[in-house]
């Protein structure tokens, strides 16, 4: 089983509402990402949890607050979003870090989010 | 910084041709290298995975080479077929500047006709 499964498929929410986004894997990863990704552009790292801790955080607005309850689950929580904000979210996961040669990451199908 | 170029950012080709996917990236300090598939809307499906110290993997119809000192890799698709329509990125995995990280390119988007 290679899945790594993002609830919801599709969000649509209101600059002044708070939702979450959710993803789990059962490969046992210790390594779990969030990407943004706009159309037409590649995906773009937004966090980086390892062995549950936060690792890398690029610099993103605090209106993002990722949370990793356990190696299985990591959310994604949302609050007073701008529209362009309005993206596909990408959930991912590893079996360690992706700079420890032979690490393959795993996608999940994601989350397409529209700010109103 | 690493950088990841992919050339062509698009390609049409007729059913049944052999092609190649090209992805050039700046820094060989790389730990391995991944080519995805992604459909329209869609996540990202991995395809091949190759390690720093190998040169080459296969799956199927798919052949994915590397030459680190040069920074290249090639997607090699044999007799391609409709259903391979799809964008294709190709990531490097490494150590940025805040930790490990995949860097992608900004991807082929291939379009095979029947």
């Known amino acids: 089983d290679t899945e790594v499964t993002q609830t919801p498929k599709h969000l649509v929410m209101g600059m002044t509402n708070k939702k979450s986004l959710k993803c789990e894997q059962h490969?046992?990863?210790?390594?779990m990402y969030w990407y943004k990704q706009k159309a037409k552009k590649p995906p773009e790292l937004m966090f980086v949890?390892?062995?549950?801790?936060?690792?890398i955080n690029e610099s993103v607005p605090s209106r993002f607050s990722p949370e990793c309850p356990n190696s299985s689950l990591l959310n994604l929580h949302l609050h007073a979003l701008q529209p362009e904000d309005s993206a596909l979210y990408l959930c991912?996961?590893?079996?360690?870090?992706?700079?420890?040669?032979?690490?393959?990451?795993?996608f999940g199908q994601g989350t397409r989010l529209t700010v109103v | 910084k690493q950088e990841v170029t992919q050339i062509p950012a698009a390609l049409s080709v007729p059913e049944g041709e052999n092609l190649v996917l090209n992805c050039s990236f700046t820094?060989?300090?790389?730990?391995?290298l991944q080519w995805f598939r992604q459909d329209p809307g869609k996540g990202l499906t991995s395809l091949l995975l190759?390690?720093?110290?190998?040169r080459e993997q296969t799956s199927g119809r798919l052949n994915a080479s590397l030459d680190k000192s040069s920074g290249r890799s090639t997607l090699y698709i044999a007799a391609s077929q409709p259903g391979d329509s799809a964008t294709y990125l190709c990531?490097?995995?490494?150590?940025?500047?805040?930790?490990?990280?995949?860097?992608f390119g900004e991807g082929t988007q291939l379009t095979v006709n029947p």
């Open positions: 190759i390690q720093s110290s190998q």
């Open positions: 991912a996961s590893s079996q360690r870090g992706v700079s420890l040669s032979g690490t393959e990451a795993f």
């Open positions: 990531a490097v995995g490494g150590l940025g500047t805040s930790g490990s990280r995949l860097t």
């Open positions: 949890y390892s062995y549950e801790k936060l690792s």
């Open positions: 490969m046992g990863h210790r390594a």
């Open positions: 820094d060989s300090a790389i730990y391995n």
